[in-house]
């Protein structure tokens, strides 16, 4: 239970230095990423305004100037008065966008003079005393300011359809030093108004800007200062003139707010990858630091191995040694059995020292190999013939299958034997208690040779079939129980067979043993 206690260890930690600031850095450069987008929006519709704002205050300043002209072409008298002689002839057709002029009581009861472009007063004198008549709460107001020295204008858009289509009534007091009032009103065509009048200043004010003028009960346009766009404005505002008019505006191109966006969500994925690249980092530093304790958790796994294979056979030597010098042995068959034993763990412990070795030698480099033409059935009865007493010792009776017609192959006769060796040890440790060995040599049809090791023994599970061969592994240290060993010795046949260009293959099953096969090159 220590390794998965080290390894949450290592993730806490990891967690409290990497990714816990990572959340945190995170959440703040989203909320910094919007609050940046908000103000660009806030600073844009500002702009904006200011446009919408000019405009606006353009069309009401021209306005304003035809009230003063108006006031200054008044004369006043008791009914409420009329323009000076020869002043609506002149005035109308600078202005062509104005529909009437007229001048009523201060009551809006009657109309006393009215003007038009086309001299036509009758129908324009009907319908505009309907608008006073709907307007008397607005007269009430202007008169109320006008006594207060104020000269207001009020619009009033026409309740009837036909009325409407003439256009809004600009409604204003006249008053002079006496104290005399009148009522005075300018009725415009609205859609004349806004491209002949306020047209020129929207191209003036656009610049990189497109205004239009449009109603917004229906969306219709009916003045822009760029036909080509076609997109709607990001803006809008009521024309203080005409209530049911409103001018509207946007970037031309690509506007602020979809730049503001769009760059909001390049910074966005940027943080995005920012953070994926953070934490695959992490992960590789976690990754990385659990295949360093497990290395290092193998490593002491195998001294403690070595150690004990290296002190069991030592024991024994000693003991039977000791037993022989003291001569208490007093039979010559005794006295054999117990050279042979010293002779068998001094063979053990050559096998070993030599693993050590040559592993030392493979992790260096430095292992020399010397491919000739080589029989493999030889060499398989070569290393039987060494192992006979050591099978013997754990009541084994191999059974040999070697092919007559195996062709030789290249290859270093004395490495082979130390694969071999090690897989005959590894069969021994594992597949003992099937009671059943089996070496067999052969060929394959794309050529090549091939000597494999079967046994009965308990097999590998699928998952660790490809880890027997990493160095330091044993299956044992990740099951409870099992044989000891160094875990070198499957290593190091791998190697071999890698040196001579072949390979090492495993055929394995829980409970139903297993088969390793060396497959040399043709």
């Known amino acids: 239970m220590k390794k998965p206690r080290t390894v949450r260890g290592v993730a806490l930690i990891l967690l409290l230095l990497v990714l816990l600031p990572l959340l945190v850095f995170t959440a703040f450069e989203i909320a910094r990423l919007g609050a940046g987008e908000s103000a660009i929006k806030d600073i844009y519709n500002r702009q ?141 065509r609205e859609e004349k108004f806004v491209r002949d009048v306020l047209g020129e200043r929207m191209r003036a004010a656009a610049a990189e800007y497109v205004l239009c003028a449009l109603r917004p009960a229906n969306g219709n346009r009916i003045y822009t200062t760029d036909e080509s766009v076609t997109a709607g404005p990001e803006l809008t505002r009521q024309l203080w003139l005409f209530p049911d008019l409103a001018v509207g505006v946007r970037l031309r191109g690509e506007s602020i707010r979809a730049v503001a966006h769009q760059r909001a969500r390049r910074d966005l994925a940027t943080l995005v990858v920012l953070d994926v690249l953070l934490l695959s980092g992490v992960l590789v530093v976690y990754w990385s630091v659990r295949s360093e304790m497990e290395f290092v958790r193998l490593k002491s796994d195998f001294v403690s191995s070595v150690s004990h294979d290296l002190r069991t056979p030592l024991a024994l030597i000693r003991m039977y040694a000791e037993t022989l010098e003291m001569g208490r042995l ?95 040890d590894n069969a021994v440790k594992y597949g003992a208690q099937g009671k059943y060995l089996r070496v067999a040599t052969g060929t394959r049809q794309k050529g090549g040779a091939w000597i494999a090791v079967e046994d009965h023994g308990k097999g590998v599970p699928r998952e660790y079939q490809e880890k027997v061969f990493e160095t330091f592994f044993r299956v044992q240290s990740q099951t409870e129980g099992g044989a000891s060993g160094s875990g070198l010795g499957l290593a190091i046949a791998r190697h071999i067979m890698e040196a001579h260009g072949g390979t090492i293959e495993l055929k394995s099953a829980p409970g139903a043993g297993s088969t390793f096969t060396l497959v040399f090159p043709p």
């Open 48 to 188: 904006l305004d200011v446009v919408l704002f000019s405009v606006n205050q353009y069309a009401w300043d021209v306005v304003n100037t035809w009230a003063g002209s108006l006031q200054r072409a008044w004369e006043p008298s008791r009914e409420g008065g009329a323009f000076a002689p020869g002043f609506a002839g002149k005035f109308l057709p600078l202005n062509s966008s104005i529909d009437a002029l007229f001048i009523a009581d201060t009551t809006g009861e009657r109309i006393r003079t009215l003007e038009t472009p086309d001299g036509e007063s009758r129908g324009a004198r009907a319908s505009l005393g309907a608008v006073l008549r709907e307007g008397r709460p607005v007269i009430g107001r202007l008169l109320a300011l006008g006594r207060q020295n104020y000269r207001k204008i009020e619009p009033i858009v026409p309740a009837g359809p036909n009325d409407a289509d003439r256009g809004v009534v600009l409604l204003f007091v006249l008053r002079d030093e006496t104290g005399s009032a009148a009522l005075a009103g300018i009725r415009l």
């Open 330 to 424: 007093r039979g010559e068959g005794k006295k054999k059995e117990y050279y042979a034993t010293i002779v068998k763990e001094t063979e053990r412990l050559t096998r070993l020292v030599n693993n050590l070795l040559n592993f030392s030698r493979m992790e260096a480099g430095r292992k020399p190999y010397t491919l000739v033409p080589t029989d493999l059935n030889a060499v398989v009865r070569e290393v039987m013939t060494s192992f006979a007493p050591h099978l013997a010792g754990r009541g084994l009776s191999p059974v040999m299958a070697l092919d007559a017609s195996l062709p030789r192959v290249r290859a270093d006769g004395e490495a082979v034997q130390e694969a071999l060796f090690n897989i005959l």
